[in-house]
């Protein structure tokens, strides 16, 4: 069974629409986040959710809204797309919250990635 | 605030010659390590990771790398490439609040036949 799941893997579409991505993991971790890769490969954190909870947002535009239904889902709300959002969009899970010091409860299970092309 | 270097963006290594992956970070505390491969059109699998005791950590696929506090570095090294482990290598530092990890800018291993 594939830990952290995303759907869907390839995703293309036009500018201007709105677009879902779904994640979900069977770990029973408490903590799932999304990262974006960009056109250069750079990774980095959109997102963070604890029990549901938004722990962190990176600066992302408001066009982007995530959403988690439970603490096994973590889906990604795209609106009003545009052509810099095209991306790889990782979605990954840990079991628990980073509390001020290094744990191994913390490691994160990445899922397959997204990738978004907005024409 | 804590950063990751990764120095060389590609490296090319023929098939069966030694591997080694820079990896330069800061990080205000006790940092936690990780090398991640993303093999094409593929998710992110982590290779090794760093937490404490021993400076010399095994990972999957015959990689090892060296936590050397002094140097801030933490390189991965495999004695013997295979043709399979050409990929994007990224080396992470964490985490931070909401177990944010700060990747590095990735090196691309090619390897020739």
């Known amino acids: 069974d594939t830990a952290v799941s995303q759907t869907p893997k390839y995703l293309v579409t036009q500018m201007g629409n709105d677009k879902s991505i779904k994640c979900e993991q069977n770990?029973?971790?408490?903590?799932m986040y999304w990262y974006k890769q960009d056109s250069k490969k750079f990774l980095k954190i959109m997102f963070s959710y604890n029990n549901k909870e938004l722990i962190i947002n990176e600066t992302v535009p408001n066009r982007f809204s995530p959403k988690s239904p439970d603490k096994a889902h973590l889906n990604l709300h795209i609106n009003s797309l545009e052509l810099g959002d095209s991306a790889v969009y990782f979605c990954a899970s840990s079991q628990d919250i980073w509390a001020g010091r290094p744990s191994t409860n913390t490691e994160a299970f990445f899922g397959q990635g997204t990738r978004l092309t907005v024409v | 605030a804590q950063s990751v270097t990764q120095p060389d963006i590609h490296i090319t290594v023929s098939e069966g010659a030694s591997l080694e992956l820079r990896c330069n970070y800061s990080?205000?505390?006790?940092?936690?390590l990780f090398w991640y491969v993303q093999s094409p059109g593929q998710g992110l699998q982590l290779l090794l990771k760093?937490?404490?005791?021993?400076?010399l950590v095994q990972g999957i696929k015959g990689f090892e790398a060296e936590f050397k506090r002094s140097q801030s570095s933490f390189n991965l090294r495999k004695p013997s490439v295979h043709w399979s482990d050409a990929a994007e290598y990224f080396c992470?530092?964490?985490?931070?609040?909401?177990?944010?990890?700060?990747f590095g800018g990735g090196t691309r291993v090619l390897v020739k036949p």
């Open positions: 992470a530092v964490g985490p931070a609040a909401g177990n944010k990890l700060t």
């Open positions: 990080y205000g505390a006790t940092p936690y």
């Open positions: 760093y937490f404490s005791g021993d400076t």
């Open positions: 770990l029973g971790h408490d903590t």
